[in-house]
């Protein structure tokens, strides 16, 4: 009966932790809604923003207030609109892609935004990709950790990749670039961040080591000034840390997987920090 009772208070407080959390970011988007900062077009895409949040979600739970998090959803959307106004082909965004997904901080917006698009969900959280599918209404796929292995066969008029170039080394970006324009549709957008410039400077002034030993923080460096990519892996980790690349050497890379057309570049142009690419296909492939 004690351990009956004891799960139930478990189960009685994630509960409440979770209608707590949910209170909170509704509180914080109803604030939102009412900012000078936002034009009339944002506004209206926060009353539709769904403030469910997962448990597991850490980039919730490092941010320092609920309008931080949102800031960097509401960023996310800013860029994707930017590069949609200045690529050479419009057309309505149908289909989705949101990879890696997480836990749906730039995802909510997405779907408050582009409310009758089908949205493809994917990462290589399980818990995450079925929480984005659940509560977003949108169609889960897995990733794997080699690119090349990705089984996803629809096509997408737009693709959001944020931060996920900033964990891998060259060669994987590579492989995902390929990914991404394979999968474009005819006249679609293809919008990913990296971190640039502003980043190495950070990690130069010791603002923002990133998790980095001060050995991988010199590999990073000395490859981003060298060859204009750096990259080291997490201390204990293999295949994941963080990475550094010039525009000079991103677009290098993005025209060795072929052809399409860049829209626009942002210098860190993401949430005050990561660079921000939109590629285009303006032909059928």
Request: proline content about 3%; some cysteine; charged content about 20%.
């Amino acid at each position: 009966m004690q351990l009956i009772r004891r799960s139930f208070d478990v189960v009685k407080n994630r509960a409440f932790k979770k209608l707590t959390t949910a209170n909170k970011l509704r509180r914080a988007l109803q604030e939102f809604a009412v900012s000078a900062a936002l034009t009339a077009e944002e506004k209206a895409v926060i009353t539709s923003v769904s403030p469910e949040i997962h448990p597991n979600d850490t980039m919730y739970s490092v941010c320092l207030s609920d309008e931080e998090y949102l800031c960097a959803g509401l960023s996310a959307l800013r860029c994707i609109v930017h590069c949609l106004n200045r690529a050479p082909v419009r057309r309505d965004m149908r289909t989705i892609l949101d990879f890696p997904c997480g836990y749906g901080r730039v995802l909510r917006f997405l779907r408050a935004s582009f409310t009758h698009a089908d949205i493809t969900v994917c990462d290589i959280d399980s818990q995450a990709v079925e929480f984005c599918g659940r509560v977003f209404a949108a169609i889960p796929e897995m990733s794997n950790q080699d690119f090349r292995k990705l089984s996803i066969s629809r096509n997408f008029d737009l693709i959001w990749c944020g931060s996920l170039f900033t964990h891998i080394d060259e060669l994987a970006s590579t492989h995902l670039l390929r990914f991404f324009r394979d999968h474009l549709a005819p006249g679609g957008l293809c919008v990913f961040t990296t971190h640039g410039q502003l980043a190495a400077e950070s990690i130069e002034k010791k603002l923002n080591t990133f998790g980095l030993t001060e050995d991988g923080q010199q590999q990073l460096l000395s490859g981003f000034q060298k060859r204009g990519y750096g990259y080291a892996d997490y201390p204990g980790r293999c295949g994941v840390g963080t990475s550094l690349i010039s525009p000079e050497r991103m677009r290098a890379l993005v025209a060795s997987v072929g052809e399409w057309t860049e829209a626009c570049y942002l210098e860190h142009g993401w949430d005050n920090i990561q660079d921000v690419y939109g590629y285009t296909v303006s032909h059928v492939l």
